[in-house]
């Protein structure tokens, strides 16, 4: 069923994705009112009427093309954690952040995206990045490539002896531990910045324009659409213990996704303090 689905017009995704943007999202940026945004675990963490219209409009529409499939949405698990579980499950997970990038989307700016991907099994199978105020549509399926409207996008590689530009987790959102690690990047050849909306950041480096991320938290949503995207544009992640990121959890953190291996392992060796 999985494999005939992603041999099939995998463009109603993308019209999906775009729907449920121009209905939930696009007609509320810059207009919400302040009882439509909620503050989660603290006042870096938001959710808007937008992130939960979105996600239930594309929880049916996802669910409606491929039959049988699950959704773990970042909002439907914030309610119930126990969603979270399907990720281990048989069945196909489409795995949505309805807007990634809440806190730049509330104060009126265009830097915020929709990611979703669909896995199997624990495997990233396809995945839209959806910048809906940018009007970027970036898609990639596994062992097909990746797409930015439309047209090839590689993550090439930095020039010899460039100085990295990397996008991080804010030290202060983390663990001791963590913060010890991402202020390892704080060193010379590596120019580290806090990142914005994480599926940008990954857009980002799947087009070159960056060179590296370094996140210390794994939720799916935030991360499956944004993995999948570097790998197929010919870049390289992994975790702090070097294995590959697991979307289900339980992984060495921080991690790294990169525009080669060799910028992932200067990133993680960074981490390590080994820099």
Not at 126 to 139: F, K, Q
Request: glycine share 10%.
């Amino acid at each position: 069923m999985i494999d005939a689905f992603l041999t099939g017009d995998l463009t109603e995704v993308e019209a999906a994705v775009r729907a449920a943007a121009a209905a939930e999202i696009l007609p509320r940026f810059r207009q919400l009112a302040a009882h439509e945004i909620v503050e989660k675990s603290g006042p870096h963490d938001l959710v808007t009427v937008a992130d939960r219209l979105a996600e239930e409009h594309l929880t049916a529409s996802l669910t409606r093309l491929l039959p049988g499939s699950v959704v773990v949405g970042e909002e439907a698990v914030h309610a119930h954690p126990e969603v979270y579980d399907a990720l281990r499950g048989d069945a196909p997970v489409w795995i949505v952040d309805p807007v990634d990038g809440t806190r730049q989307f509330v104060r009126g700016e265009p830097h915020f995206c929709t990611l979703v991907a669909l896995a199997h099994r624990g495997e990233l199978l396809a995945s839209w990045t959806y910048a809906a105020a940018l009007d970027e549509m970036a898609v990639a399926v596994r062992g097909a490539g990746a797409l930015l409207d439309g047209e090839p996008i590689r993550s090439g590689s930095p020039a010899p002896g460039a100085v990295l530009r990397v996008a991080m987790s804010h030290p202060d959102y983390t663990t001791d531990a963590q913060k010890r690690a991402l202020l390892g990047l704080r060193t010379e050849g590596i120019d580290a910045r806090p990142c914005g909306s994480a599926g940008l950041e990954y857009l980002a480096v799947a087009r070159g324009d960056l060179d590296a991320t370094a996140f210390n938290w794994e939720y799916a949503w935030d991360h499956a659409a944004g993995l999948l995207l570097v790998t197929e544009a010919g870049g390289a992640q992994a975790t702090l213990s070097g294995a590959p990121f697991r979307i289900a959890g339980g992984n060495a953190l921080p991690f790294t996704a990169a525009r080669d291996e060799t910028t992932a392992a200067r990133v993680l060796g960074a981490l390590r303090g080994e820099a």
